[in-house]
């Protein structure tokens, strides 16, 4: 199981540092998917023993955070669409993703420590 969690994490960190998409779209969903990866192998590790109850409830704050980050990408895009362009992203947009990154490198280090055990 240990091992298992630590190529899961190898992968996310991979996957995180391969770039940023070219189009809005493609930066959110690849912010997306590292984060729901992330916050997937942290409830694996949980499941596992790895991860105690009391580490859990400390880290979920960064979880919230980094979610409620992507929601707001996410309807910053919505709302260009609604206003007939392409998705546009932007500084404010790129400060969501600059968010959801934080919580992701708030939450893979203990990941890597607890997976590496």
């Known amino acids: 199981m240990r091992r298992r969690l630590s190529q899961i994490t ?9 770039g940023c998409g070219a189009s809005p779209a493609k930066q959110w969903k690849q912010a997306a998917l590292v984060f729901q990866g992330t916050e997937k192998s942290l409830n694996l590790a949980h499941d596992s023993g790895l991860v ?4 859990l409830v400390a880290l979920q704050p960064y979880l919230q955070m ?3 980050a992507l929601d707001e990408a996410f309807n910053q895009m919505v709302a ?15 400060r969501f993703l600059d968010v ?3 919580a992701i490198a ?8 607890r997976g590496g055990e």
């Open 10 to 18: 190898a992968l996310l960190v991979l996957v995180a540092l391969v």
């Open 66 to 68: 980094g979610k409620g």
């Open 80 to 94: 260009d669409l609604a206003a007939g362009t392409t998705p546009q992203g932007g500084e404010v947009f790129e």
């Open 52 to 55: 105690q109850d009391e580490d």
């Open 106 to 113: 708030r939450v893979l280090p203990y990941l890597i420590t």
């Open 100 to 102: 959801v990154e934080e």
